[in-house]
């Protein structure tokens, strides 16, 4: 097992470093349960691929369990779709070994550089939530190495399950995890592309394609700057995995439907000047991604890196906000409240914030993770420049908005949200809050997210 002083630690926004964390990179479950016992005085979370954009996989002054080294496939049941993995394995991994199977992960984010912990740590949600929920949904048993040395084998139903599904690492430390797939015949997704001219558009589209069942995976893509009669105007993208039949027989992809070659170019420089992402060149980039785009399109092959993971392709490119870094807001509102999302909406126009990647997409019925985000209804995430004056007071005046329609912001994006908020957004904190003390009564486990939300 190795261990090191890291400092800095950062989530991947970039945003609230740590300052002289302790990580250890046990290559074991002994090796572990050791790192768990050794912990000290300021405890220690679990920690993955370091994608989580805020303070939940941070510990400033302690321990850090790097999970990346325990990342072996245990089991594939290829006839009933199912894997059994160790948590620390990647998607892109999963992906290269299940993919020429003909099975896909039943649930993928925005990024497939996430560890199978951490996507059930904080419970992953994907553009097909209405259809498939969150990754927890999926899982079908996990091990769970608790504060006191053992190891525990969860499965959904369970207090401790609903806990850990969505408890950002505060339950323990997830070891392995079995979890169904989803069959498809090709590597390919057919997509459907068109413009939405505002924003009440977008939302009568999304919500007529979940009627319909037509397309697995939707998301829209707005313009943050665009106002007047033009608020909110997007391009909406939605998809489905291609079936072989609609591969034509002269097709190269048609020899070996099922491979799998994520292609990459090359990685953001280490220096970039601050305000690269400004007002002006968001203002320009976005005006140039609408007008590009289709006004419709149907069928359209992509490879499923493209479609799911295509800022995966530029890595580092978290660097291209300067520095100071950014800041991923997530929210959700629940039906009922599209008022609300559109008073919302409207503020962060007048506002300006300069985000190139601001995505609204519907939610299905929330899953029974106790601080898992979603919940029917819609979700929007933006990316901000931290350097925007009075940005702070700015989002938590957002925060109060989305706590006032019974919404809630996502813990895993999350590094600057007031305490006082926490309660109102997740009613079942209490409950939360009360198994972890019974659990961890010592506060093993802990992070900087915990200790400024006191969770």
């Known amino acids: 097992m190795s261990a090191e002083i890291a400092d800095p630690v950062t989530g991947w926004g970039r945003t609230a470093p740590t300052a002289a964390a302790r990580l250890v990179r046990p290559r074991s479950y002994e090796e572990t349960v050791r790192a768990v016992r050794d912990c000290g005085t300021r405890g220690g979370i679990p920690r993955g691929l370091g994608r989580a954009y805020g303070d939940a996989a941070q510990n400033a002054g302690g321990s850090l369990i790097d999970m990346t080294a325990l990342d072996r496939v245990v089991r594939v049941d290829a006839k009933a779709g199912t894997v059994a993995c160790e948590a620390g394995i990647s998607l892109q991994r999963l992906m290269e070994v299940l993919l020429p199977l003909g099975w896909f992960l039943p649930v993928t984010p925005g990024t497939r550089q996430v560890t199978v912990g951490g996507a059930i740590g904080s419970d992953i949600h994907g553009g097909n939530h209405p259809a498939s929920g969150s990754f927890s949904r999926h899982v079908l048993s996990l091990d769970l190495l608790t504060s006191d040395g053992d190891i525990r084998t ?3 139903g369970t207090p401790l399950f609903e806990a850990t599904a969505g408890g950002m690492g505060l339950t323990g430390v997830i070891l392995a995890a079995t979890f169904r797939l989803h069959r498809v015949e090709t590597s390919l997704m057919s ?3 068109e413009r939405a001219s505002d924003l009440d558009d977008l939302m009568a589209r999304l919500t007529a394609s979940e009627c319909r069942h037509r397309h697995r995976y939707s998301v829209g893509w707005l313009d943050l700057l665009a106002s007047g009669s033009s608020l909110g105007r997007a391009v909406l993208t ?3 995995h291609a079936p072989l039949a609609a591969l034509s027989a002269r097709s190269p992809a048609r020899r070996q439907p099922l491979a799998f070659r994520p292609g990459r170019l090359p990685g953001a420089p280490s220096y970039v000047p ?3 992402l400004g007002r002006t060149t968001v203002g320009l980039l976005n005006e140039l991604w609408y007008r590009r785009a289709p006004r419709r ?8 890196s493209a479609f799911f993971h295509p800022l995966d392709g530029v890595p580092h490119w978290n660097r291209l906000y300067g520095r100071g870094g950014f800041v991923r807001y997530q929210f959700v509102v629940g039906d009922g409240q599209e008022d609300a999302l559109i008073r919302i909406v409207r503020r962060i126009v007048r506002r300006g914030c300069p985000s190139l990647l601001a995505l609204l997409k519907r939610f299905g019925a929330g899953d029974p993770g106790w601080l898992s985000f979603p ?3 819609w979700t929007l995430s933006l990316d901000i420049p931290t ?4 940005l702070g007071p700015f989002l938590d005046e957002l925060d109060e908005d989305v ?3 019974g919404g809630r912001v996502c813990l895993a994006k999350d590094s600057r949200l007031r305490p006082e908020l926490l309660a109102a957004m997740y009613p079942r904190l209490e409950e939360f809050r009360a198994l972890r003390a019974e659990l961890d009564p010592r506060g093993v486990f802990v992070s900087d997210l915990s200790r400024r939300l006191s969770i």
Request: charged content about 25%.
């Open 154 to 156: 969860v499965v959904p």
């Open 191 to 193: 997509v459907d592309t």
């Open 238 to 240: 939605r998809g489905e």
């Open 274 to 276: 601050e305000g690269l």
């Open 297 to 304: 399109r149907f069928g359209e092959l992509q490879p499923i």
């Open 375 to 377: 919940m029917a209804g």
């Open 387 to 390: 350097g925007r004056t009075g």
């Open 403 to 405: 706590a006032a329609a």
